[in-house]
């Protein structure tokens, strides 16, 4: 019998994004102005901060302010940040109140389809939960991407991000005549009438192509649906083109609410409310903190990589790939 040892456990950073910038400001000033005007910055920022104590008083809905949460994804191919995205959100639907917000910084241009329907299926949880969600694209947010921004109740994306890509498309080599060529047969056995249909080193036929590319339609239709059904307003005969446009373009379209930069919303939240960045990670073993398994995991990735696999995915180039 196999020991499997427990996964590493997850560490959960919190960074209180309200205090750090208020560091940072005051070390700006003591450095460029002196300590003089760092006292008088220190007693308007107190000023500040007791006139809007009042005018919540007055107010007895804002008596207990709402908090915001900020998580980071940057997706790759397999949308691996899932696996730290998933804790995170846990952990805030568990701690947060409703009416508070989360914030998503969001980058990526997509990957395989069911890593990009489960980071989606994430970010669902959250408003299920009742708490608002904002996404903010800086650079790119395409195809499995966008599948994830469009769950938002506000998208807002920098005005040269990167937006839509909704779209679905394959390629694959085919290796049969070269194989033919060199006199190499190749056999492949198979239960069920399509469990394949086009192949790497098989001789696809017109049938094979037929229904490889109604699976790949029926994959674009999902696709819409789940658009259509966080964005009804989008005129998806226009934007489901697999096409890519540039914010100013994408609002325009609808695919997103505003254009503004991730770092110029938050300064704005902050202004009147708590914000907090949650940052998770796999607590390094002994072995990691040496730099001994590295190497070994790298080279065990490569080569997983590269193995022929049923992978389906969505990518920025609104490429669909199958390889099998």
């Known amino acids: 019998m196999l020991f499997h040892p427990p996964k590493n456990p997850v560490e959960l950073?919190?960074?209180?994004?309200?205090?750090?910038?208020?560091q940072r400001r005051e070390d700006l000033m003591e450095a460029t102005q002196g300590k003089t005007a760092l006292k008088q910055?220190?007693?308007?920022?107190a000023?500040?901060?007791?006139?809007?104590?009042?005018?919540?008083?007055?107010?007895?809905?804002?008596?207990?302010?709402?908090?915001?949460?900020?998580?980071?994804?940057?997706?790759?191919?397999k949308a691996t940040a899932v696996k730290h995205l998933r804790e995170e959100i846990s952990t805030l639907i568990s701690t947060a109140s409703k009416g508070d917000e989360v914030v998503v910084r969001l980058e990526s241009g997509g990957g395989l389809v069911h890593s990009y329907g489960l980071a989606a299926a994430q970010l669902v949880r959250i408003k299920e939960a009742g708490l608002k969600l904002t996404v903010c694209v800086d650079k790119?947010?395409?195809?499995?991407?966008?599948?994830?921004?469009?769950?938002?109740?506000?998208?807002?994306a920098a005005p040269f991000a990167i937006i839509g890509s909704i779209g679905v498309v394959s390629q694959l080599p085919n290796f049969n005549k070269l194989l033919k060529k060199n006199d190499v047969d190749y056999e492949m056995f198979t239960a069920g009438d399509y469990k394949r249909t086009v192949t790497v080193f098989g001789e696809n036929d017109?049938?094979?192509?037929?229904?490889?590319?109604?699976?790949l339609e029926q994959t674009h239709a999902l696709f819409k649906h789940f658009v259509n059904t966080y964005r009804p307003e989008?005129?998806?005969?226009?934007?489901?083109?697999?096409?890519?446009?540039?914010?100013?373009?994408?609002?325009?379209?609808?695919l997103v609410d505003s254009?503004?930069?991730?770092?110029?919303?938050?300064?704005?939240l902050m202004e009147n409310h708590e914000v907090y960045a949650l940052h998770s990670r796999q607590k390094p073993t002994l072995a990691e903190k040496l730099g001994l398994a590295q190497a070994a995991q790298a080279g065990f990735s490569s080569a997983i990589d590269k193995l022929p696999d049923a992978l389906m995915r969505f990518d920025f180039n609104s490429r669909f790939n199958i390889l099998k």
Not at 14 to 20: A, D, Q, R
Not at 41 to 45: A, E, H, R, T, V
Not at 259 to 266: E, R
């Open 41 to 45: 910055l220190k007693k308007q920022m």
């Open 234 to 254: 989008l005129d998806l005969e226009k934007v489901a083109t697999g096409e890519h446009w540039y914010g100013e373009d994408a609002l325009h379209l609808h």
């Open 206 to 215: 017109d049938e094979d192509r037929a229904k490889y590319q109604q699976e």
């Open 47 to 77: 000023k500040k901060a007791k006139q809007t104590l009042k005018a919540k008083a007055k107010n007895k809905d804002e008596n207990k302010d709402k908090q915001v949460f900020v998580l980071d994804f940057d997706g790759d191919i």
């Open 140 to 156: 790119v947010a395409a195809s499995g991407g966008y599948m994830m921004a469009c769950v938002a109740d506000n998208i807002i």
């Open 13 to 22: 950073k919190v960074i209180h994004l309200n205090k750090t910038q208020k």
């Open 259 to 268: 254009l503004q930069t991730s770092d110029s919303y938050l300064l704005d």
